[in-house]
């Protein structure tokens, strides 16, 4: 049996832009609490956190790992994740996992990319925050202008819990007792009062008592409504260490235990049962005798090992030889072994409790989003899908070997199975399979495990730009499918209208017939024919969306009326309308953020304008850098890398998010078309 309980329980993960040091820090943290005996180093690729063979090959997390620790009695589990914003998507697969983020700061580099984005996504999701600025050792004089830039980009809520002592060799606590001690900015006292009347303000009856005991208030007084303050935003504690020098450490796994909440003081998961109009929301208890419900958030899949399900446990408990049930499924799976995992290590476990992460391994069924639950009243539970970055960037592959056409479409399902944040599309008009994801590296790191994991080798093309296709108004369209070849016939006869709607909106069909022009079960045929011809697309064979489909009328037959018929149908119908509603290709943009030097920003913000790029928004950075806010064609920026990297020196770096879909100007629909 576990020595803790869910209140002794912490769940974090480490997100922050890539270099902040977040694999070291967790390493000098488990050394600190005595769970690893030797301390290993990213730069020599013997760190507990990254111990894949690729990720010790390109120095960077890729993926993330899992490792926890026991400090004071408490049990505190630490999710690594890759800062590359290439890889952003695999980083938001914890998030409903754990009640609080660790958003990690290079004193040096301050706020990047991935720093701001992961912010916004942990506050999208209701987390509790807490910011480590990390490498504090060398760049003391950088510190209190951070915390400034802190508080101008993300709210006067982040307020040090601790502070750099005078000497910069140590921190000063603020919170918890504080004291007259030197610091390198600020005070203790102040910060201390400004600390206390932040969490105060969530709680009116105490801040009376606060005034009559004379302004004094203990931390246990103030426990309830600190939580308050960190579900809500209102306040996100700021810590100092250095990984590397050991400074700060022990404060800040105070911090952890003592401060960020334990599951059941964070924010509720977001439990839903039901489908569509019948949705509701559900709230789980999170007792540990209640029926057992889990969600899983990362698989992995090994060629010798199989399939490995990471999970998080919010409500019973768990034990080796339960049976559970995936989803709405009708047939158990028994739990043969429980596992935790230690970067590359599986220690086997005899119980979890509400709160838990660990892993089950050999069920082919597992799947990113899968609910598991030993009871069928909650078949029908699942939580709200993560949204994951729009992949921007493509490959087409097939195998260089004839024959291994089966076994590629398998190994980019395994792929897609481990990030969902990688699509895998087939484009009809020109007979190729393109794997897409959220930049080149993204891409380029799958296909070289597909290689050397699963054993396929791939030859590629140039990147496809993921046009789409639409239409820009109304029209009505009309077909009879009629087949008569000897027997039974086919016969169906679909009229209906097409409409554009908002960029973004997706698709949306219904039916408005009456009086059974078209028997209700073959609306969903003619839906089904629709969908086949907007994959195909009109115009140049990219598929369609943001359309909404009506079925107006019909025809069918007693005899000759089969799904076949109503499938073409409607298809041809569809193709019609479409062709009178003044069908566009659509291009992406992407908003891109390019880091310069001040000197080179004319020289980039003219190559961009040349690429058709609109240039949104500058800011100066502190290292005489400037961040251009940029957006622009996807498909303008093929070789955008090596033009950047040509035109600083080196210097430059970029990173671009998927933006929306725009109507492609016309010598880009001509050229697209011809």
């Known amino acids: 049996m576990p020595e803790y309980r869910t209140a002794q329980i912490r769940n974090l993960a480490l997100m922050g832009h890539t270099g902040s040091g977040k694999s070291s820090l967790i390493e000098a943290l488990l050394f600190r609490a005595h769970a690893i005996n030797d301390r290993g180093r990213v730069d020599k690729g013997t760190n507990h956190a990254d111990f894949t063979a690729q990720e010790q090959a390109h120095h960077h997390s890729l993926e993330p790992s899992f490792l926890s620790l026991d400090y004071q009695k408490h049990h505190i589990h630490l999710i690594d994740t890759p800062g590359l914003a290439d890889f952003f998507g695999r980083a938001l697969l914890p998030l409903p996992a754990v009640e609080s983020i660790m958003l990690v700061i290079h004193a040096e580099r301050g706020i990047e990319a991935v720093t701001q984005r992961a912010f916004e996504a942990a506050r999208h999701q209701g987390k509790a925050i807490i910011i480590v600025i990390n490498h504090i050792d060398d760049h003391l004089d950088k510190l209190e202008s951070l915390v400034d830039q802190i508080q101008t980009r993300f709210g006067h809520g982040c ?68 939580e308050t303050a960190l579900r809500q935003g209102h306040l996100v504690p700021i810590c100092f260490t250095s990984a590397e020098k050991d400074i700060g450490l022990s404060a800040l796994l105070k911090v952890l235990c003592e401060v960020m909440p334990n599951p059941r003081e964070a924010t509720p998961p977001a439990f839903l049962k039901g489908w569509g109009d019948e949705e509701q929301p559900v709230t789980i208890t999170q007792d540990a005798k209640d029926h057992v419900l889990a969600h899983v958030f990362r698989v992995g899949i090994d060629p010798f090992v199989g399939r490995m399900g990471v999970i998080r446990l919010h409500q019973g408990t768990l034990t080796p030889g339960m049976r559970l049930l995936i989803g709405d499924g009708r047939k158990p799976f028994k739990v043969n072994h429980l596992l935790k995992l230690q970067g590359a290590k599986q220690i086997e476990v005899e119980e979890a409790v509400p709160g838990d992460i660990l892993a089950l391994a050999k069920v082919d069924g597992l799947e990113v989003d899968a609910i598991l639950h030993d009871s069928h009243d909650e078949d029908l539970y699942h939580m709200p899908k993560l949204d994951m970055p729009q992949p921007i960037f493509g490959l087409a592959v097939k195998p260089k070997k004839r024959g291994d056409e089966q076994k590629l479409a398998e190994v980019l399902h395994k792929l897609v199975a481990e990030d969902p944040s990688l699509h895998v599309e087939h484009q009809e008009s020109q007979n190729e399979t393109v794997l897409q994801g959220l930049g080149d590296l993204h891409v380029q790191i799958a296909l070289e495990k597909a290689n050397e994991v699963f054993n396929v080798d791939m030859d590629t093309a140039k990147p496809s730009v993921a046009y789409r296709e639409t239409i820009t108004t109304g029209a009505e369209g009309m077909h009879r499918h009629k087949k008569q070849t000897g027997g039974a016939g086919q016969f169906g006869e679909v009229s209906l209208r097409v409409e554009p709607m908002e960029r973004g909106a997706g698709f949306h069909f219904e039916s408005q017939v009456v009086g059974g022009a078209i028997p209700g079960q073959f609306i969903p045929a003619v839906e089904k024919g629709v969908r086949e011809a907007m994959s195909q697309g009109y115009l140049a064979g990219y598929p369609m969306q943001d359309i909404k489909v009506v079925v107006l009328d019909g025809k069918h037959h007693s005899v000759d009326s089969k799904e076949i018929a109503f499938i073409s149908a409607g298809k041809k119908a569809f193709l019609e309308a479409v062709s009178k509603a003044g069908p566009v290709i659509l291009e992406p943009l992407v908003d891109m953020h390019v880091q310069v030097p001040q000197e080179k920003m004319g020289d980039i913000t003219g190559d961009l304008s040349a690429l058709r790029a609109m240039v949104c928004g500058t800011e100066a950075l502190d290292n005489a850098q400037v961040d251009i806010n940029v957006e622009a064609p996807l498909a303008a920026l093929d070789d955008y890398a090596t033009r950047l990297k040509a035109m600083t020196g080196g210097e430059g770096q970029y990173s671009m998010t998927f933006s929306r879909y725009e109507i492609a100007p016309p010598n880009v629909q001509q050229s697209l078309t011809h």
Do not use: K, R
């Open 159 to 226: 307020l040090p819990i601790n502070l750099p002592n005078a000497d910069g060799n140590g921190v000063v606590d603020c919170y918890f007792d504080p004291q007259d001690t030197p610091t390198l900015f600020s005070d203790a006292a102040s910060v201390h009062d400004e600390l206390v009347d932040t969490v105060l303000e969530e709680d009116e009856a105490l801040m009376e008592l606060y005034l009559e005991q004379g302004e004094s208030v203990n931390p246990d007084q103030l426990h309830e409504p600190l």
